[in-house]
């Protein structure tokens, strides 16, 4: 647990200077590149009710502003028409996108008549597994659907107010069974590592994904912001990262005889599209209140603020408010991380990329990983063991914690500025 606590600590202070973004009133999005491939990254922040433990931007659904917001995003899609990018993978999150079918509908129809999408994934909740709202995602051309199950242990679906919600973990299991193979690929979320959770309800948990089967399942762990983290003590206790490990270790058990790791938390049938979509495409754009972009070593912000991010598209302005430019070695670090997170990097793409000087500069940390057995290079690749992929769900758990630190940022500066 030693190194496990050190990488911890170390990339809470890394992140720090990482994730430290300026605040702009405007900024220009630079143009896309031709003939590159960029994925487009979707928000949709509005969920019927929140759920404590849940980091991301969202916000209680009102019908009348999510209308006006959809309305929105579709002026955003619009103005990057003609601003030369070649989007070829599109990835809606929320929030709950599938709040307004016939809204989100209308956004994947504008999409697919601009650009050459060869692939869509949506994220629901198990409450929107119906035969009329899976025949609107199937008939808009969704092929990968991402069902947010969390776990199907009644007992903590309760204690994260998940059960009045979306019933049962056997109603859930019942629910997804019935709309397998409906899509090219339905993919389950979970997450592990929560304080009442115990090997036993994780087992379970694991047994009800194979004999589902479900084609693809995400276990991510519990990644709360510093804010997040405060609330789930009080309803579920102390986040214990000690257990972390153990559970993930039990993850690769049970799932290696037929599940085959996209990421170091994603485990397929079937080679598919995956959550992190940052594995396969190099960079992407962002669009929706509270989105992020990573475009020609740029990390950009659109505004947290819903109203805010509505008026900007309907006075013809773009919504980015925040920016960090990434130095030459941090782009390199970045590719490093998020290569890897895939569980194998091609030497061969980052040395056309950036010549000699990727492994030149970071010879410590390839180094570092070799020695800590957690990474070896076979010809041309460099891949993780089962104990470098944790070391990278420990690495990915912090990126996204200091995202998440970022959001709470921005949005208690949008409740001050609202007060006020």
């Known amino acids: 647990m030693i190194v496990e606590t050190l990488l911890t600590r170390f990339l809470r202070r890394l992140n720090q200077e990482y994730l430290t973004f300026r605040q702009f009133d405007r900024i220009e999005v630079p143009r896309g590149l031709p003939g590159r491939e960029y994925l487009l990254y979707v928000h949709v922040p509005f969920c019927e009710q929140l759920c404590p433990y849940c980091s991301f931007n969202r916000y209680p659904l009102n019908v009348p502003l999510a209308r006006r917001y959809f309305a929105a995003l579709r002026r955003e899609i619009d103005w990057y028409r003609d601003q030369d990018y070649r989007f070829t993978g599109v990835y809606v999150g929320g929030g709950t996108p599938t709040v307004l079918p016939d809204e989100l509908a209308a956004v994947l129809a504008q999409i697919r008549d601009l650009y050459p999408v060869r692939e869509i994934s949506v994220e629901t909740n198990p409450n929107h597994l119906t035969d009329e709202i899976v025949q609107t995602l199937k008939d808009a051309g969704v092929n990968r659907l991402s069902v947010g199950v969390q776990s199907f242990d009644d007992d903590l679906l309760r204690a994260m107010e998940r059960y009045h919600k979306y019933g049962s973990g ?126 020609h070593g740029n990390i950009l912000s659109n505004t947290f603020s819903v109203p805010a991010y509505c008026a900007a598209l309907e006075d013809g302005r773009l919504p980015v408010t925040a920016k960090k430019e990434f130095t030459l070695i941090e782009r390199m670090r970045y590719d490093f991380l998020m290569k890897l997170f895939g569980t194998r990097l091609d030497r061969r793409q980052l040395r056309r990329k950036y010549g000699s000087l990727f492994e030149e500069k970071l010879w410590q940390e390839i180094a570092l990983f070799r020695l800590l057995g957690a990474l070896r290079l076979t010809g041309d690749e460099m891949v993780l063991t089962p104990k470098g992929m944790y070391y990278w769900v420990i690495m990915m758990r912090e990126f996204f914690i200091g995202v998440n630190n970022f959001r709470d940022l921005c949005r208690s500066r949008i409740n001050g500025e609202t007060q006020q």
């Open 170 to 295: 056997a109603e859930i299991e019942a629910r997804l069974r019935q709309y397998l193979g409906v899509f090219d690929t339905l993919n389950v979320d979970m997450i592990f590592n929560f304080p009442t959770q115990t090997r036993e309800t994780m087992i379970r948990d694991l047994e009800i994904i194979d004999r589902l089967p479900a084609d693809q399942v995400t276990f991510y762990p519990l990644m709360a912001s510093t804010a997040t983290e405060k609330a789930i003590r009080k309803t579920l206790g102390k986040v214990d990262y000690r257990q972390e490990k153990r559970f993930y270790r039990l993850i690769l058990e049970r799932l290696g005889a037929n599940y085959t790791p996209g990421s170091a938390w994603c485990f397929s049938r079937k080679r598919s599209m995956i959550d992190e979509y940052i594995v396969d495409y190099d960079e992407y754009l962002g669009v929706g209140s509270g989105s992020f972009s990573y475009v």
